[in-house]
């Protein structure tokens, strides 16, 4: 694929492999620039991200990669953060990367996309916390603090669907991705997960193409294999929508190229 933005490494402590097997990957599956965006460190859930004192060193490694690789992929530097009020910190929002994902992936303390706490799905109200969630997306898209908005429809991820519209759901979240001019990524790990689709789902692609955001796209991976797995499936989901670009980014600057 032409372009793969959202990728992980072991630094989060919950993905294995060397970066390098990674590009690697990548080049293998045609991939054009290749972008690392590992969580971002903060004050909540250590477990499953890196430290602070980690953040040089994950600079340093993935612009050591860019130079060594420059002939054959463009690798980018990232970061994917949680928006978390109160839990960010200026060093990673204002760190010199060349894109920040905002995701979401806790319903207050909740870490409803974490195997461990599937059982809670159980006791809650399913229409309450999807627009629970998407009310933190619409949020996170205020902030104007991104560059990209990360499997934008995550509650979905164990198949817990609600009763009401996802239109209806998730249209405000839409509107102030519109309005702060922010990227929606089409992210393949759904396609690895119960849901078995895509992030975002078809209808919510469509709307967005009506809406006129822009796109692109990520494979999500923790694993050298998971990169470009079912790349063929998404772009041919994102032409069939009416999608002919997509975002690159370099130095938090946006430009469109070619699917």
């Given at each position: 694929m032409i372009i793969d933005i959202h990728n992980h490494t072991t630094l989060c402590n919950h993905a294995e492999g060397e970066m390098s097997e990674y590009i690697q990957k990548a080049i293998q599956s045609g991939t054009k620039h290749f972008g690392f965006s590992e969580h971002a460190p903060m004050d909540f859930d250590p477990k499953y991200r890196m430290s602070f004192h980690q953040m040089q060193q994950y600079e340093s490694d993935v612009l050591d990669l860019k130079e060594e690789y420059k002939s054959q992929i463009n690798i980018l530097l990232g970061y994917e953060v949680d928006y978390l009020e109160g839990h960010m910190d200026e060093r990673v929002l204002n760190a010199n990367v060349d894109y920040l994902i905002g995701s979401v992936h806790f319903i207050d303390d909740w870490g409803f996309d974490n195997p461990e706490f599937i059982g809670r799905y159980e006791s809650e109200d399913i229409d309450a916390i999807w627009q629970k969630y998407f009310d933190a997306v619409e949020k996170m898209a205020q902030s104007r603090l991104f560059d990209i908005v990360g499997h934008v429809d995550l509650i979905k991820v164990f198949k817990f669907l609600p009763n009401r519209p996802i239109l209806e759901i998730c249209k405000n979240a839409l509107l102030a991705i519109k309005a702060s001019d922010m990227v929606l990524e089409i992210?393949?790990?759904?396609?690895?997960?119960?849901?078995?689709?895509?992030?975002?789902?078809?209808?919510?692609?469509?709307?967005?193409?009506?809406?006129?955001?822009?796109?692109?796209?990520?494979?999500?991976?923790?694993?050298?294999?998971?990169?470009?797995?079912?790349?063929?499936e998404v772009q041919k989901i994102a032409k069939e929508v009416g999608y002919t670009e997509c975002a690159l980014f370099q130095n938090r600057k946006r430009e469109m190229i070619e699917i």
């Open positions: 992210n393949m790990a759904g396609l690895r997960k119960p849901i078995h689709e895509p992030y975002p789902s078809l209808e919510i692609l469509q709307e967005a193409f009506r809406l006129k955001i822009p796109i692109t796209f990520g494979s999500d991976a923790h694993a050298p294999e998971q990169v470009s797995l079912y790349a063929k």
